[in-house]
């Protein structure tokens, strides 16, 4: 989806008009009830999704990644399942970068392709909202910064779900560097006293690429512009000026040209992430680096035993 969120999404609590789409909340609400079917529980693999309640910019595919590399060293036949959408090749290509990929305009569809492919587990990259599917595993993502916005759902506010839907599942991920988790925790395990909180923070594994002396222009079309920028800045790079686009965003050369003459002007480096590089590459800008990162987890043979239990 490409989107560039509202801001009173995030405000922290809803404004005026957060009531006044309220009533289009609603009726999405029951919209999504009523297009609800029994979900098909496939026994010949796992399924593991990784999804979010939280649109867009909650770590999915760096924790679906983490998943996959976790069954790769335990010798397990893991594969990736994602819904095709053209605007989504920037993830796609990332996911075929680190394993097998499925993908295809029907989840089901591409998880059967992987059974006959005798793949043990598929971890789904979104797809929690899908109702064709009953998964094995549910796994929830929130980005630390953003947290749940104001808390309401979609128009009134950024949550594909209602919160309390987290009575639900057994294991949120709150990814991204922030100072407090508190708040969102308590409201977890409020909702659900059971549930299993993990906590990571994004790290680079491509720094040894860059000079933290220089001065960069970073720019993003991702879910979550804020946390690229928290995360350089904790490794000490020098940002003079940054952009902020939509997820998924179509750069036109217009943009690039502009990005790149600014920094020249300026007398900055350029730097985006994996995900807009994806987006860009083969197209002429060899000055435009990208960070490389990864999800490093607080308690990773936490995660390790659940994923095991599974299998």
Not at 18 to 38: G, N
Not at 209 to 238: A, C, D, P, Q
């Amino acid at each position: 989806m490409n989107l560039k969120k509202p801001r009173f999404w995030d405000y922290k609590k809803p404004n005026f008009i957060s009531y006044f789409l309220w009533p289009i909340a609603i009726l999405v609400k029951i919209l999504f009830v009523l297009k609800s079917k029994k979900k098909i529980k496939f026994k010949k693999i796992k399924t593991i999704c990784v999804g979010n309640i939280y649109i867009g910019g909650t770590g999915k595919t760096s924790l679906a990644i983490k998943i996959n590399n976790i069954f790769l060293k335990n010798n397990i036949k893991s594969c990736f399942v994602k819904k095709y959408y053209k605007s989504q090749v920037d993830e796609q290509n990332i996911l075929k970068n680190n394993g097998k990929l499925f993908c295809e305009k029907k989840r089901d569809k591409a998880l059967n392709q992987a059974i006959k492919e005798n793949y043990q587990i598929a971890i789904f990259d979104d797809g929690l909202q899908d109702n064709s599917i009953d998964y094995d595993i549910n796994l929830i993502c929130f980005n630390g910064n953003n947290g749940i916005g104001n808390g309401m759902t979609i128009p009134s506010g950024p949550l594909r779900q209602d919160l309390n839907s987290l009575k639900n599942y057994q294991h949120i991920f709150l990814n991204g560097k922030i100072d407090d988790y508190s708040e969102l925790e308590k409201k977890a395990l409020k909702i659900n006293p059971e549930i299993n909180i993990h906590k990571s923070k994004y790290v680079p594994t491509n720094l040894n690429e860059f000079n933290i002396n220089n001065s960069y222009l970073v720019f993003s079309g991702i879910g979550n512009h804020k946390t690229f920028i928290s995360m350089l800045k904790e490794y000490r790079f020098k940002i003079i000026k940054n952009f902020e686009f939509s997820d998924h965003y179509n750069y036109k050369d217009k943009d690039l040209k502009k990005i790149t003459y600014l920094a020249k002007t300026l007398n900055c480096k350029i730097i985006t992430t994996e995900k807009d590089f994806q987006r860009i590459k083969n197209r002429g800008y060899e000055n435009i680096k990208f960070i490389k990162s990864e999800l490093k987890l607080d308690n990773e043979e936490k995660l390790v035993k659940a994923l095991l239990d599974l299998k």
